[in-house]
């Protein structure tokens, strides 16, 4: 299994990025993905989540600016950001759970990508 994060970059804040993880080896609509994000000195934590059967769960620090999904025939997850802030900076990697259900420790997930950079300037 292997998952290719791409999409990072730099932007202003206030701007838009979409993030892609286009994964090979195995099928994004039966386990559970995520996107977590770190930055430097912080813990990774979890930005959102998007269950086999299409529910989702966001961080709340991201809620209303971020929206995941997935499209099955590309099996590719998005991770759609908007009104970017500088608190957004990070290196974002996504994940795919070793379950089809929901959940925010790292520890059930057993692939990740390698990780794409955001950067947000004020």
């Known amino acids: 299994v292997q998952l290719q994060a791409s999409g990072g970059g730099l932007v202003q804040a206030g701007g838009s990025l979409r993030l892609s993880c286009a994964a090979s080896?195995?099928?994004?609509?039966?386990?559970?993905m995520s996107w977590y994000r770190q930055a430097p000195g912080k813990q990774r934590e979890l930005v959102a989540a998007?269950?086999?059967?299409?529910?989702?769960n966001y961080a709340d620090s991201v809620k209303g600016r971020f929206t995941i999904s997935r499209d099955n025939a590309k099996n590719t997850v998005y991770l759609q950001m908007n009104s970017l802030k500088p608190e957004d900076t990070a290196l974002y990697y996504c994940?795919?759970?070793?379950?089809?259900?929901?959940?925010?420790?790292?520890?059930?997930?057993?692939?990740w990508g390698q990780g794409t950079l955001v950067t947000v300037s004020s």
């Open positions: 998007i269950t086999s059967g299409g529910s989702t």
């Open positions: 080896g195995s099928i994004v609509s039966i386990n559970a």
């Open positions: 994940a795919r759970s070793s379950s089809s259900y929901f959940s925010r420790n790292p520890g059930d997930y057993d692939y």
